[in-house]
């Protein structure tokens, strides 16, 4: 069974970056592909990006291209997503979640960490 | 870019059928799948592979996928489905694509 324990909540200025870990037990790291999904307040999910097994490259979706860099220290089992430029419309939950590549669901998801910007 | 459009709410009485739509172009070439959100929680794959449940889900979850319209259905529904669910769709084109979302009210 995979446990993904997110980092805690986090208030940012605007302009500044954030940086949201994802520990993985139960499995390591290598052995999965991990993505990042967020969530803006009384919205919906929006996928930003992650690990294509396919290719063994990192993939973001367009609109986050240049301002997020989803890393992973295999030492550590520790997934990270940061976020540059933040605007106030970052505001949102993000969430780490696994992807099972050959179906290209999210089977395992992260509790979430809540990121707010405001000045 | 690729859009996934579902009913923003569904209200149904406890016990009967919901049904839950998600309409893509071509959504049938290619795989869905199905998540629950309750309020404050993540997200819970319900369904994969069009018509597949993981280990745990009820079996009153069911799914189907065709033409430009995947359908979530939810038979003799209890108090404790009433969620958000959101649709996902994938292929090596659109990668990654949730719909709208539908909050479903058990009445």
């Known amino acids: 069974q995979v446990q993904l324990v997110q980092s805690g909540a986090e208030v940012k200025k605007p302009g500044a970056s954030v940086k949201v870990s994802c520990k993985v037990s139960?499995?390591?790291?290598?052995?999965?592909?991990m993505h990042w999904v967020r969530q803006a307040p009384g919205k919906g999910l929006e996928w930003m990006g992650g690990f294509d097994p396919e290719d063994g490259e990192t993939i973001y979706a367009q609109k986050f291209q240049g301002r997020v860099t989803m890393t992973e220290d295999t030492s550590t089992d520790t997934a990270y997503m940061e976020l540059s430029s933040l605007r106030s419309e970052d505001t949102a939950v993000y969430y780490c979640?696994?992807?099972?590549?050959?179906?290209?669901?999210?089977?395992?998801w992260g509790q979430g960490t809540l990121v707010t910007v405001s000045s | 870019s690729y859009e996934l459009t579902q009913p923003p709410s569904v209200s149904v009485s406890p016990g009967q059928t919901a049904s839950i739509t998600c309409s893509g172009d071509?959504?049938?070439?290619?795989?869905a799948c199905w998540y629950q959100q309750k309020p404050g929680q993540s997200p819970v794959l319900v369904i994969y592979q069009d018509s597949k449940r993981p280990s745990g889900i009820p079996e009153r979850f069911s799914g189907s996928n065709s033409g430009n319209t995947a359908t979530l259905t939810i038979s003799g529904t209890q108090a404790m489905d009433e969620a958000d669910y959101y649709c996902?769709?994938?292929?090596?084109?659109?990668?990654?694509?949730f719909g709208t979302g539908t909050k479903v009210t058990v009445l």
């Open positions: 996902q769709a994938w292929d090596s084109s659109i990668l990654y694509v």
């Open positions: 979640a696994t992807l099972v590549a050959s179906s290209g669901y999210f089977d395992y």
């Open positions: 139960g499995y390591t790291l290598t052995e999965l592909s």
């Open positions: 071509k959504l049938g070439d290619k795989y």
